[in-house]
């Protein structure tokens, strides 16, 4: 089976909700008229600052919930277009009587609604808290996520989410190819540092459980405290070999299409597989 897949590099955001969501609305139209994917991936928070500074101190102010209108408009934009989307939400929500927020990705469904959704897992040191905002929320960080799962689309093709830094854990590779994940996919907002190295894991874990990756990163230039954030883009689809399919540079809302041939045994799965080579050591 042969999958049209497409991403759309966002921007940073620059200060207004409403034309960031029509410029993602009018990206997608476009990348659907022109392309005709059958699943469209957009970067990590894409609707939000990646992370405070003292232009948004109210960090927090920018979540919703998943009956939000983040959520509610790139379902209809889903079901408009006849296409699956894997959106981007800071999530915010009541649990247990308090409420949380996570770093989340959905996937909706033409047919389906929102099929599921996915909570990054890896919370680093640096997630802002809301402890200092005027709404004093007793939370000191992103709340974790707990699993990972496999998402169904309508054609039965399986795919699973890794949110930016949840790409480096390697048990969550592992569980993702145990429930059978064909693409992986990676909404990102990578920075300074790991331009260098940040695609060479990802080759490597696509190589060794036998699955396309698509990664995609933010780009542009985020204030922050008191310096500057510059996210490098480099979106990209990487096969199961290891071959990186097509890649855009920087520019922000670039569009990146590319077919996967899903029914085309990967190259080197006889000798990288390592659901059918584990052993307790």
């Not at 497409?6 to 659907?32: F, P, R, W």
């Not at 542009?220 to 990186?244: A, L, M, R």
Request: with cysteine; hydrophobic share 35%.
């Amino acid at each position: 089976m042969k999958l049209i897949v497409a991403a759309l590099q966002n921007s940073v955001y620059k200060g207004s909700y409403e034309k960031n969501l029509s410029l993602i609305t009018l990206k997608t139209e476009s990348l659907v008229l022109h392309h005709k994917p059958y699943l469209i991936a957009y970067s990590e928070l894409m609707n939000v600052p990646t992370r405070p500074s003292n232009h948004n101190a109210s960090y927090f102010d920018y979540a919703e919930t998943m009956h939000g209108e983040t959520v509610k408009r790139t379902l209809q934009l889903a079901v408009t277009l006849d296409i699956h989307i894997i959106g981007t939400l800071l999530e915010r929500c009541t649990e247990n009587g308090e409420i949380t927020f996570y770093n989340t990705a959905f996937v909706c469904s033409p047919t389906q609604g929102i099929v599921g959704k996915y909570r990054k897992i890896r919370v680093d040191e640096n997630t802002p808290s809301p402890r200092s905002n005027h709404k004093k929320i007793q939370l000191e960080h992103y709340t974790a996520g707990e699993e990972v799962s496999v998402f169904s689309l309508d054609n039965g093709i399986k795919i699973g989410i890794l949110i930016s830094l949840d790409s480096t854990l390697s048990e969550a590779w592992c569980c993702l190819a145990d429930q059978g994940a064909q693409v992986i996919v990676i909404p990102n907002a990578a920075f300074g540092k790991y331009e260098a190295s940040h695609l060479e894991e990802i080759i490597s874990r696509a190589v060794e459980h036998n699955v396309y990756v698509i990664v995609i990163n933010k780009t542009g230039n985020e204030p922050v405290e008191d310096q500057v954030v510059s996210y490098f883009g480099h979106s990209c689809i990487i096969t199961p070999s290891g071959k990186i399919l097509k890649m855009v540079n920087n520019e922000e809302w670039a569009e990146l299409v590319g077919t996967m041939d899903l029914s085309k045994p990967p190259l080197y799965k006889e000798i990288t597989n390592i659901s059918t080579s584990k052993r307790k050591l």
